[in-house]
């Protein structure tokens, strides 16, 4: 984990680094303030962060990915921004939400998935969900990036864009190694 | 009592608090009761109107929030009962009408008739938990269950019986959306 920022600091000249830290730091600038999700190791240190935050966003730990997605519903409805976490194997569990609830209401979120499974180089259990995600996600109409330090400004204004133009849910894609994990 | 009466007994006890309803007859009969503005009428995404009554209360605290559910759709997303405890909104009340059977779709038994779902909320943690099985009560259980902090639990047992005459939601989703977001401000 400390290899890990070490390495991005090292990177960025002028970015700053991209970590579990500072990228909710600025999710919650950008005014997300309702968070939830299943987790995952690879937003392990995602969580703790969110876990963390003593201001007005806040975490709820979800039993369900589509539990959550109902939650973040109810959470756009009353008013607040809402961020779904959650690993890619969740996904199967929230595309009956996403098209019956989400993408009819015309009710955002922003997800943010992690690629397990990613090249068929995983566990078993991974292997063929990390081959058929993005597929899922563009069958259902559903907008996504994978998102990288290089491309992170770029990325979260598309998002914001899409949430807030289009009122449509946006995934970031979170690959391996990006944020650190935290056991 | 059908489930039609209870209708009729419940929704007059309503004034201007948000209601999230779980698909099926049961936005139907809500709506062709009294449509408002403050309904959300869940048209698909079965087993999450609790979740979505459970997100609109976590983040306005001051209003009441009223979810009515139904027996097979609280049996699909029974982890979202040990969700609703665990957050314990104090100003969530959680409605069941408990037919023991998916009404909407045929009139299939669900197993609620072996399953106590008013057990299984008090054994999660809800704060108040009464069942009703005569239309008489469902007003004093449901005046009390909005007085007390919450998370509440109304279970109403029904016999199925809803009328096929009865209309369907006219609104669309989105204007569904629009009105609730405007409605609760
Ligand atoms: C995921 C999913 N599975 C099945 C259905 C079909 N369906 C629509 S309403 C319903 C029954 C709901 O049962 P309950 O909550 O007991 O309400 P009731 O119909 O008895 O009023 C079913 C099975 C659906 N809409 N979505
Ligand atoms: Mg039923």
């Known amino acids: ?183 | 009592m059908k489930g039609t009466e209870a209708f009729q007994e419940l929704i007059p006890l309503i004034n201007d608090e948000p209601v999230v309803h779980a698909n099926g007859f049961i936005c139907r009969e809500s709506f062709a009761l009294k449509d408002r503005e403050a309904n959300f009428y869940m048209i698909g995404s079965m087993g999450l109107a609790s979740s979505i009554g459970l997100g609109v209360a976590l983040c306005k605290p001051d209003k009441k929030v009223i979810i009515i559910d139904g027996d097979g759709n609280v049996l699909m997303a029974m982890g979202t009962l040990a969700m609703i405890a665990a957050e314990a909104p104090k100003n969530l009340i959680h409605v069941v009408i408990d037919n023991e059977v998916y009404e909407s779709t045929g009139s299939q038994r669900s197993i609620s008739s072996k399953v106590r779902l008013d057990e299984v909320a008090k054994s999660t943690g809800y704060k108040n938990i009464l069942r009703v099985e005569k239309k008489e009560k469902i007003k004093a259980a449901f005046l009390k269950l909005k007085d007390s902090e919450g998370p509440n639990f109304l279970l109403i047992k029904v016999e199925p019986g809803f009328d096929p005459a009865t209309g369907r939601v006219t609104h669309t989703p989105e204007e569904i959306t629009d009105r609730f977001m405007r409605s609760i401000g």
């Open chain 1, 1 to 183: 984990m400390v290899v890990n920022v070490i390495s991005k600091i090292g990177k960025g000249l002028n970015v700053t680094a991209l970590t579990s830290q500072s990228f909710i730091e600025r999710l919650i600038q950008e005014d997300y303030k309702f968070f939830t999700g299943v987790p995952c190791s690879l937003l392990s240190g995602l969580i703790y962060e969110l876990e963390d935050q003593k201001g007005e966003a806040r975490y709820v730990p979800s039993v369900r990915e589509d539990a959550a997605v109902g939650l973040c519903v109810g959470a756009y409805l009353a008013g607040s921004m809402p961020v779904l976490l959650m690993q890619n194997s969740g996904l199967g569990y929230c595309l009956n939400a996403f098209t019956s609830l989400n993408l009819i209401y015309k009710i955002p979120a922003l997800v943010i998935m992690s690629w397990r499974g990613k090249a068929g180089k995983d566990a078993p259990e991974h292997i063929i969900m990390g081959d058929i995600d993005q597929a899922l996600l563009k069958t259902a109409g559903m907008e996504y990036s994978i998102l990288s330090e290089e491309n992170c400004d770029e990325v979260l204004k598309k998002a914001k864009q899409k949430i807030c133009d289009e009122k449509l849910p946006y995934t970031l894609i979170i690959e391996k190694g990006l944020f650190d994990e935290r056991h």
